[in-house]
């Protein structure tokens, strides 16, 4: 294996310097395209940047940047220059009264990050009273530095750190080194069998802030010498064409995303036939809760686009295991369990015989050297078709999180990840159910927000994915009370609706406290 992430992109170079790396796509045209050799001389001008700037080894450098070239350039320049990448959300605009600029001043100050990196058309975030002692950078200015090649980091360095909800909900900065970074990149390869770099090219336009966008669809490619195409998200999010039309006209091989961009997808775009989908081989669901109904629309709708649903790999991963931790076996599609409701509630996935049933996903087995188990509150191992908290053994664990021992102690214990979700396993295959924190309990029976959300969401009258449910303290009754959030349409009488959820909501089972 390479020894640092940098020594990656070196070696390929050397190796292959004319193959292709990284392309920008907006509006449906190349913005800016780099070979390996191009992406190993960017990232070296930006090393020579942040070492002109006075970074030095292990200093943190925040980058908010958009999907664009500077991000690859800055990422590996930093790590090239001995200092630890920590991606953030860009700013969308530059008021001084935006609560982004003062959580992007905090982050700065959690961190003590020396360097800024942004857009060139925000440079003068640098005139900001909150940014004045720390280093605004911008790809103009690496542009105009003389590449410095050296590399000043190890394996056992920081690769990243990646801020996420972390296991309990609240904001985190997870620690992840190269060394485990490259054994996730490494699985990857091995899961997805990327071995001919000739063969398979990407299409992303997941945010690269995010670790599923980084880690899966730059560093990956980086490490088997592949191709990613890049759209920027927010031209997905106004424009959901722009992704399906870079995977037509490139003919990628490699995407993913959420369950709810491929039902937006299958939704807003009209002419299927139009687009061509017929390369996709692998078509990667993760990051929420993956429905039968999400996929089955936008793989019948596309089957005349030549997408082939045995093309969708639901998985499941966290920031905490440097991304993946379970896949399905490539080609075989979708696979869902339906257990009994009542028993579930117990703790038991039992297959429903009759009555009311709940519809789970599999997320695949463990990647290779990786092990999951689910545990109970006392870390008991469980049986299968037992509910219980998912723990995970990985070599890409993470170090811990950033300033915070008493989260990193609860989360890893006995080179175990704590992970906070739920889950349980059947046939070695592992189910999401929930996440620990979001359990509401009533009357000591488990009920689970995503399961009262989608049969909320059925109900006529209710604006489509506009629902919440919570559960709240019910002081009175010593438990918990069900509480459930619902948008209505315009048009509809909010209590004549109300009624209709309850009544929907205790048919299926539920304790409906209050609408």
């Keep these: 294996m390479h020894s640092t992430l940098p020594s990656v992109l070196a070696r390929h170079a050397g190796t292959i310097p004319n193959q292709l790396f990284t392309r920008i796509l907006k509006k449906g045209v190349l913005e800016k395209q780099r070979t390996f050799a191009e992406a190993w001389t960017w990232a070296a001008q930006w090393a020579a940047l942040l070492a002109e700037r006075g970074l030095e080894r292990g200093d943190a450098v925040i980058m908010a940047l958009p999907n664009c070239d500077a991000f690859a350039g800055a990422y590996f320049g930093a790590l090239m220059a001995g200092a630890v990448p920590a991606p953030v959300a860009p700013a969308r605009r530059l008021a001084a009264d935006d609560p982004y600029l003062a959580t992007l001043a905090e982050r700065i100050r959690f961190l003590n990050a020396k360097a800024l990196v942004v857009p060139g058309e925000q440079a003068e975030l640098a005139q900001l009273p909150q940014f004045k002692q720390v280093a605004v950078l911008t790809e103009g200015q690496a542009e105009a530095m003389t590449p410095n090649y050296d590399i000043h980091s190890t394996a056992d360095d920081l690769g990243l750190i990646q801020f996420t909800s972390g296991t309990s909900g609240d904001p985190k900065a997870v620690l992840l080194t190269q060394r485990a970074l490259l054994a996730q990149t490494a699985l990857l390869q091995t899961s997805l069998a990327l071995y001919d770099r000739f063969q398979d090219w ?14 899966g669809f730059l560093l990956t490619p980086a490490f088997t010498g592949g191709l990613v195409n890049l759209i920027p998200t927010e031209e997905f999010i106004f424009r959901p064409a722009s992704w399906l039309k870079a995977l037509s006209e490139t003919k990628a091989t490699i995407t993913g995303g959420p369950p709810s961009a491929y039902a937006l997808c299958a939704k807003r775009l009209k002419d299927a036939a139009s687009y061509d989908l017929s390369a996709v081989r692998v078509a990667l669901v993760g990051a929420e809760t993956v429905t039968r109904e999400s996929l089955a629309t936008f793989g019948e709708k596309f089957a005349a686009a030549g997408f082939r649903p045995t093309s969708f790999m639901p998985t499941y991963g966290l920031a905490e295991a440097a991304l993946a931790v379970t896949m399905p076996p490539l080609d075989r599609g979708p696979k869902f369990d339906e257990v009994d409701f009542a028993k ?70 006995n080179t175990w990840l704590w992970t906070g979700d739920l889950g349980y396993l059947a046939d070695g295959e592992l189910y999401i159910t929930g996440r620990k924190k979001e359990v509401i309990i009533v009357g000591g029976r488990n009920y689970y927000p995503d399961d009262v959300e989608q049969i909320a969401s059925a109900v006529p009258g209710v604006r489509a994915e506009r629902v919440v449910a919570i559960g709240v303290e019910d002081a009175e009754n010593m438990t918990e009370k069900l509480i459930v959030l619902a948008e209505a349409d315009p048009e509809e009488d909010c209590d004549a609706l109300r009624l209709r959820l309850r009544q929907t909501l205790v048919a299926a089972g539920y304790p409906a406290g209050d609408v």
């Design 202 to 215: 990407a299409v992303s336009w997941l945010p690269l802030f995010h670790d599923m966008g980084l880690i």
């Design 344 to 413: 579930l509630a117990d703790g038991e996935a039992q297959p429903a015989v009759s009555g009311g049933s709940r519809l789970f996903a599999s997320v695949g087995r463990p990647l290779p050297g990786t092990e999951v188990a689910i545990v109970a509150d006392d870390g008991t191992h469980l049986p299968e078709r037992r509910t219980g908290e998912i723990i995970v053994r990985t070599p890409s664990l993470m170090s811990g999180y950033h300033a915070n021992a008493e989260a990193t102690q609860y989360a890893l214990r």
